[in-house]
């Protein structure tokens, strides 16, 4: 049987002359747009990151970390006794905004078909936004927090999850999120 060389993969694209190679360094790590993603969606805390994303608590505290040292998030304390700290989206946090708008659409068209998980409409007249983020009807970009996420057919509308449950509800993106366990 012949061994085989593994080269261990590297954290970085040092040898590419590449922006998407200096995005992915900082975004690229599995599961780390989908932080992302849940704090548009008003996620803060820790515990609400955790049980919405299934993720092992080691490596969501790699990601919060990684996000807030790269200027992503913004680590804010809302309780002395005990410390308790929220992830809060800086601008450069929003401007992923469209990378994930379009990689979102990308996901629908190529995985989920007829049923989207989720409505992305301009919360100033109920008008579904377009691939862009643009609203057809103001023929405007419309800014993040005029986005007002509604519930598609896709969802499960029983989830297990108290972040889920709330998210079967529309709202507006980086409106903070209010579970019942909070």
Known sequence: MAKVDAMALGKDYA????????ALEVVGERWTLLVVRDALYGVRRYNDFLVHLGIPRAVLAARLQTLTAEGILEKRRYQESP???????????????????????????QFTGTRPLRYFRHADCG??????GECGACGTVVPVEDVLMEPGPGLDPDPADPVSRVLLRPKRLLEPLATEDA
């Open 127 to 132: 008008t579904e936004l377009g691939p862009y």
């Open 15 to 22: 040898t590419q002359e590449c922006s998407i190679a200096r």
């Open 83 to 109: 410390p308790r700290d929220e992830y809060v989206l800086t601008d450069r946090g929003i401007g992923l905004w469209p990378t994930l708008r379009a990689l979102g659409l990308w996901g629908r068209e």
